[in-house]
């Protein structure tokens, strides 16, 4: 996996368009995460890359958005199937897709679901 994967630090944003403009897909894998989601991964998905990530809280999946166990067998697997151009674009099309259901409508009422779940026996949120 190491020949095919490029690890970068922080960019500019002109570094990170030229870099986005021309990746295949993304990996983001965390251990421990406490459910939160990515800002970074919405951002790819909203550019149109597709992701591999293991963060469960981003949804079950889709085309575009690859949730695994985070095994470099898993990660490999996912990799592969993106060598075909069409493919890629097809994920791409299908990570901008779902990027862009999330107005910001969606958002609020995600998190009035998420509050209330969490203030169980808590005052009834508005």
């Known amino acids: ?15 990170l368009d030229n870099l986005l403009s021309d990746v295949r897909c993304a990996v983001q894998l965390r251990s421990g995460h406490p459910g939160q989601m990515s800002a970074a991964i919405c951002e790819l998905l909203s550019r149109g890359v597709p992701v591999i990530t293991n963060m469960t809280t981003h949804g079950k999946g889709h085309d575009g958005l690859f949730v695994v166990d985070g095994e470099v067998e898993s990660v490999a697997r996912i990799v592969d199937s993106l060598q075909d151009q069409q493919r ?3 994920a791409g099309a299908s990570a901008r897709s779902q ?3 999330w107005t910001a409508d969606r958002v609020v009422t995600a ?3 998420w509050l209330r779940s969490q203030s169980v026996g808590q005052t009834e949120l508005q």
């Open 1 to 15: 996996m190491v020949d095919r994967l490029t690890l970068h630090g922080r960019v500019d944003d002109d570094a």
């Open 88 to 90: 890629v674009e097809s």
């Open 99 to 101: 990027a862009q259901c």
């Open 111 to 113: 998190l009035r679901d």
